[in-house]
């Protein structure tokens, strides 16, 4: 797993996804101390490095019974990965905050963000590695990490805000929002370039 992580770092997330066949994950990223990766594209990486086979994305089960839940059985963090087991509710995000640590720097931008919808509680999983917030519409939930936040549009795209005070590293993300050069996106799907500049979906 190490020598998969070190290449999706190396390569950066776009390479890394054109060169195994993958496209982008829209649910379930493996989290370590130095970045966030699309957890299938990993997986299928670490299989062929462990067993010398490249297995395909058609040949991997997606979803929270297959790559994603393996590398949870495995130990690993699984951001996405609806696993109510041990999880802790709270019902505001000021409650969560208590349990979880934000750098000081990032609360302003999380608490714009929240401001522009309505949660209904907050919850933080067994491994304590982000508080979800579930709004109140029943839509998916926004996922505040120490470093960034995710969620996803009502038209099922995702977003990813880099907060300023960001640890990632070179796993799609930068060390410092104030430091990432705005990316070229695709006018179609709205996902960012990779460094061809062609889209993988068009």
């Known amino acids: ?9 190396r390569l950066g997330r776009w390479t890394f996804l054109e060169k195994y066949g993958f496209h982008e994950a829209r649910e379930y990223f493996l989290v370590t101390d130095t970045g966030r990766y699309d957890s ?14 490249a297995v395909s ?18 130990g690993f963090v699984v951001e996405g990965l609806d696993d109510e087991r041990g999880r802790r509710t709270f019902p505001s995000f000021d409650a969560a905050l208590r349990e979880f640590r934000l750098p ?7 608490r714009e963000h929240l401001a522009r919808f309505d949660f209904r ?7 304590g590695s982000y508080i979800a917030m579930v709004p109140s519409d029943g839509s998916l939930v926004h996922y505040i990490n120490s470093g960034s936040i995710y969620f996803r549009h ?15 590293g070179r796993s799609g993300f930068t060390r410092s929002a104030a430091m990432r050069k705005p990316a070229d996106v695709c006018p179609e799907c709205w996902i960012e370039l990779p460094s061809s500049g062609i889209c993988p979906n068009h």
Not at 104 to 110: C, D, F, K, M, S
Not at 121 to 127: D, G, K, R, S
């Open 121 to 127: 509680e907050a919850y933080i999983p067994p491994a």
């Open 104 to 110: 000081l720097e990032n609360l302003p931008a999380v």
């Open 154 to 168: 009502p038209d099922g795209r995702g977003e990813l805000i880099p907060l300023p005070v960001n640890r990632l």
């Open 57 to 74: 994305a058609g040949e991997i089960s997606g979803g929270k019974s297959g790559a994603a839940r393996r590398l949870h059985e495995l």
């Open 1 to 9: 797993m190490r020598a998969a992580l070190a290449e999706f770092d």
């Open 40 to 53: 299938k594209a990993i997986f299928a990486a670490a299989y062929e490095v462990q067993h010398g086979v």
